[in-house]
């Protein structure tokens, strides 16, 4: 069963940085395409970053493109999102998601996503 494992979430001020981790189980986690998505209170869950399998292509929302950059290391089952430059109006939570389709894509759309992680909670105060 494919398990995905957030954490490096937190409190932070307005312009601080942040590194997010995902870890997953499964010994075919090279080939899955990795996104992160994040849900404000109130609203619907958006998409913020995904990375292909490697040779790896990303896929980043205009909101985040230039501040955010999400990576992977398959020798440690993990992909990142490091953020910086946060705003306020980058609270949410924050999930991982794993595609296990093999393909060569870096989906941004929730329903191409099989596996999710439990969420991981970031707060930047102004």
């Known amino acids: 069963q494919v398990q995905l494992v957030e954490s490096g979430g937190g409190l932070v001020q307005a312009g601080d940085s942040l590194k997010l981790s995902c870890v997953g189980s499964?010994?075919?986690?090279?080939?899955?395409?990795m996104g992160w998505f994040r849900q404000a209170p109130g609203k619907e869950r958006d998409f913020v970053a995904a990375i292909s399998r490697t040779p790896s292509k990303t896929s980043y929302s205009d909101s985040v493109k230039g501040r955010f950059t999400i990576s992977r290391d398959n020798a440690k089952n993990t992909v990142y999102l490091q953020m910086n430059s946060l705003s306020p109006e980058d609270t949410a939570v924050y999930y991982c998601?794993?595609?296990?389709?093999?393909?060569?894509?870096?989906?941004?759309?929730?329903?191409?996503?099989?596996?999710w992680g439990q969420g991981t909670q970031v707060t930047v105060s102004s």
């Open positions: 998601a794993a595609d296990l389709t093999v393909s060569t894509m870096a989906p941004t759309t929730e329903g191409s996503y099989d596996v």
């Open positions: 499964g010994p075919t986690f090279s080939v899955w395409a």
